[in-house]
């Protein structure tokens, strides 16, 4: 049974007891969450889990250059450069060059996952490459392509999703849920008193596996992400 299978995890002790125990190996996990919500963080948190555990890691940049993320690691005291080319392998592409970016993640990313025998792969953010399509139908068959071609590949897939514009409990062009296997939603929570705001974490699908259906307030300082597991929003 899925309960019983291994599990990747987070490394984020309050989430893992949400996901009881991480998500399934092999599987797709979404993390949708507006701006501010810590969606890289999370999607580094996964990598260094990774990296200590010994596994080979993939991260693709579709907003942030290798230098500035090797400095946002360094800010939160994760100093990643010595697994760089080694464990890790950070990608950056340029979502405005369609042509390129439609190429590297068809073709050069499969190949690196295969030469560099990767577990982990972060997309971030994956709305930037589902932006690359215009059309509607066309979108979907592509993220379709490129969901069955990721499934053939031995690695658990990460994606982080900005939220839509005018509903912040769906992925921008409301797909990504759909064709993950997990989602995980960051959110705020603002009282109507407005006394205080909070950052909450919900695990709104989980195929093959049970999971908390709570909502739990989390919080993102320079060292650590702390998932209140015993702790309520409301």
Known sequence: MAEEEERVRFGIEGLDEMLHGGILPGTICAIVGTYGTGKTTFAFQFMKEGIEKGESCVY?????REDDLIKTFSQRNWNFTEYLNKKLFVINL???DFNLS????KNELPALIKKTEATRVVIDPVSHFEGLFEDTSVRRTEMYK???LMGDLNCTLLVTSETDMHNPYSSRYNL???LSDTVILLRYVRPDDFSEIHLAVEVVKMRRS???RDIKPYEITNDT?????EASVF
């Open 94 to 96: 340029d979502p405005t």
């Open 176 to 178: 990504v849920e759909y």
């Open 225 to 229: 992400i702390d998932v209140f597991s």
């Open 60 to 64: 693709i940049s579709l907003e942030e």
């Open 146 to 148: 490129f969901i069955h």
């Open 102 to 105: 439609l190429h590297s993640m």
């Open 210 to 212: 049970s999971h908390s």
